[in-house]
């Protein structure tokens, strides 16, 4: 998948992953896309959540090797 801007948070734990996040979307624009790698297990739950609260898209959510990859499109 494209995106605009790639966030590393591997071996940061909740809330970390989330705050370094919502930093990163605040220096995109509308639709632009933003890729995740946590290692954090509760990542998984909490980018869901965040998605629904912020309305922001989580656009795809997958796992490889203890690693979890997120798409986040910015509303």
Known sequence: MNF??????RGLVCPLPI???KK????????????????????????QV???QTGNQLLSL???AGEFLFYLQKK
């Open 19 to 21: 705050l370094r996040t």
């Open 50 to 52: 965040f998605a629904e």
């Open 4 to 9: 605009d801007k790639e966030l590393d948070v």
């Open 24 to 47: 990163s979307l605040a220096d995109m624009t509308h639709g632009q896309i933003l890729k995740i790698v946590a290692t954090d297990p509760g990542a998984v739950i909490d980018f």
């Open 62 to 64: 997958n796992e490889a």
